[in-house]
């Protein structure tokens, strides 16, 4: 089952009686993660060669990139990514990466098969990711921006020492723990279709020291805006009102809009519009990553969508014909996405049962902000 999952690490204030923003930042407060080489890199991701530069281009013909503060990524280096990762996995990937002869057995220990073939150069995609990630979060601790933004990021189901669901090198908890270097707590919440791996049930809400930090809001195929983004609020305020933020990473996959192969939701990109909005009138330090979207005209629209939305600038429906990928997007030619019309499977008593269940798991954490621990490290 899919939907929304909440991590406080080291959480979110309002429904009704909430402060939300309704203008962007400024240029100067929004860092781009961008490079022609870090571009290049992405587009050869095997599971979505060819999206990075469907994205980057239609931000760039939205004349948005004036707006942004464009910063580009470095390579992690395999210490940062010891930070999560086993160094005997690295070095496994590593090794397929080059070319190198390794036994079927190991790779499939590793999860190196399957969904997460081993191709050549992988691991060199990988690094540059993480870094990114790794570069968004540090842009937001020097105090450079408010926002960051890569949108070539977001591979949330790669675990310490195995690759899974086409992910590699898991970059938002990179993201994350870099943030924790100054932050003590990170507030995580992905917008993905899938959950992260480990975690997705409505009853699972973390263990030992991290007991009750995590929310889980598994929804059934066909949710459509209204419902999403009702849920979204009310949740978002249930965690801000114990869980009292410092930053925040959004992973804003974009595999649950309508025409996406996966076919689940029926959400168009306002429903991620309006979950990033919330966020972002939270006025904390906020991340912006990528992750799933296999409709790769789709995933380009919500993202350029999203992109537009922060910086406050409104984006006529028509695709700029000088788009050099403009033929993608036919034959309506709009960034605008229609919904779904699958059968909604999620009833009210589901939904409301969903609901009650987080209230009761988050309410085990101290609502006083004074006496409220940071989350786990």
């Known amino acids: 089952m899919d939907g929304i999952s909440y991590q406080c690490v080291g959480i979110v204030e ?12 400024s240029s100067h407060h929004v860092t781009y993660i961008h490079s022609e080489d870090y571009l290049s890199h992405c587009n050869r991701f095997w599971k979505v060669a060819g999206r990075a530069a469907l994205v980057h281009s239609l931000i760039d013909s ?27 996995y690295l070095q496994c990937l590593k090794s397929l990466s080059n070319g190198d002869l390794v036994d079927e057995s190991e790779q499939e220990e590793y999860g190196l098969n399957y969904d997460c073939p081993a191709y050549a150069k992988v ?60 932050f003590s707590r990170v507030l995580y919440v992905d917008l993905d279709l899938h959950h992260g791996d480990g975690t997705g049930d409505v009853n699972e809400c973390g263990v030992g020291k991290g007991k009750y930090f995590a929310v889980n809001v598994p929804l059934k195929d066909g949710v459509n805006n209204e419902m999403y983004i009702q849920i979204f609020d009310r949740v978002i305020d249930m965690v801000m009102d114990r869980f009292h933020a410092d930053a925040i990473v959004c992973q804003c996959g974009a595999d649950g809009i309508a025409g996406d ?32 979207g296999y409709n790769f005209a789709n995933s380009a ?8 939305s922060i910086l406050g600038k409104s984006l006529h429906d028509d695709i700029p014909d000088d788009d050099q990928y403009f033929t993608w997007y036919g034959s309506g030619y709009e960034l605008k996405v229609d919904s779904g019309n699958m059968r909604n499977y999620n009833d009210i008593t589901y939904i409301k049962n969903v609901l009650s269940t987080v209230q009761a798991n988050l309410s085990h954490l101290v609502k006083d902000s004074s006496k409220l621990q940071s989350g786990p490290k």
Not at 125 to 143: D, F, P
Not at 153 to 158: D, K, L
Request: proline residues 4%.
């Open 301 to 308: 629209r919500c993202w350029t969508a999203i992109t537009g």
């Open 123 to 182: 691991f060199e995609c990988c690094k540059l990711i993480a870094g990114a990630s790794i570069l968004a979060a540090n842009c937001l601790i020097k105090g450079e921006c408010s926002v960051s933004i890569n949108w070539s990021g977001g591979w949330h189901h790669a675990k310490k020492d195995e690759a899974s669901g086409f992910c590699y090198i898991n970059d938002v908890v990179l993201c994350i723990l870099k943030l924790l270097t100054k």
């Open 62 to 88: 939205y004349q948005l990139l004036k707006y942004m503060k464009v910063v580009s990524p470095r390579p992690a280096d395999d210490e940062d990514l010891a930070l999560f990762h086993s160094s005997s």
């Open 261 to 292: 192969p996966e076919a689940s939701f029926n959400l168009t990109p306002q429903a991620l519009i309006h979950c990033t909005r919330r966020l972002l009138g939270l006025q904390k330090p906020l991340v912006l990553l990528g992750g799933g």
């Open 14 to 25: 309002g429904l009704n009686g909430s402060k939300h923003l309704d203008t962007g930042f």
